[in-house]
């Protein structure tokens, strides 16, 4: 959806750019950053190949907090990096540094008892648990929550994964 407005979106893990790219291309301010060096390269790469400007540095995301506001935060793939312990304080960081009206589009990788674990093992990566995202949003409004099963073929070997989807919007209380 082409922003009517100037609109600031944070892409966490950006990975080799593809989304902070589009968002780009589609007119929004766009943010991203990436633990992996060639993830940022790539993506400042594909910027100039494009020509359109994404503001893409180096950060992990365990200790990057933001201290800036943005319109949208988005992040595919990529929170599964923050261990369990950490998610509470991170998540009311980027609830705090959203703007009024603005929104949070995430997925997660989640564990379901049918599903097989991955067969790449990271020791770095956590699983979130069905259902655990959305207690991090009991005072935003819930515009789209959904959990879905696809197949993958990373390392070559075909497996499942299950992810929840989720969209909320901070709503502020008018008196
Ligand atoms: C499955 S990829 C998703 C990339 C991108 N969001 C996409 O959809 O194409 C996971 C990404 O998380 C990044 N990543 C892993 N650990 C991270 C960390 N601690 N902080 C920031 N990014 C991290 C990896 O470098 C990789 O680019």
Redesign the pocket.
């Known amino acids: 959806m082409p922003p009517t407005k100037h609109l600031k979106l944070l892409d966490i ?4 750019g ?2 902070a790219v589009f968002f780009a291309r589609n007119g929004y301010d766009v943010t991203a950053f ?3 060096d060639a ?1 940022v390269e790539k993506t400042k790469r594909l910027a100039d190949k494009i020509g359109v400007h994404v503001n893409v540095f180096k ?4 200790d990057f907090r933001l201290d800036s506001y943005f319109d949208v935060i988005y992040s ?3 929170l599964n ?1 923050i261990k369990p312990e950490y998610r509470d304080e991170i998540f009311r960081n980027y609830k705090q540094y959203t703007n009024p009206y603005g929104v949070h589009v995430l997925n997660v990788f989640v564990n379901k008892p049918f599903i097989a674990p991955p067969p790449e093992k990271e020791s ?1 990566s956590f699983m979130w648990r069905s259902g655990e995202l959305l207690t991090h949003y009991q005072d935003w409004f819930i515009k789209d929550s959904s959990e879905i099963v696809f197949d993958c073929n990373s390392s070559g070997i075909p497996h499942k994964h299950a992810m929840t989807k989720l969209i909320a919007q901070k709503i502020i209380k008018l008196d």
């Open positions: 893990g950006c990975g080799e593809k989304d990436d633990i992996s993830g950060a992990d995301i365990l595919s793939g990529v990096y770095n």
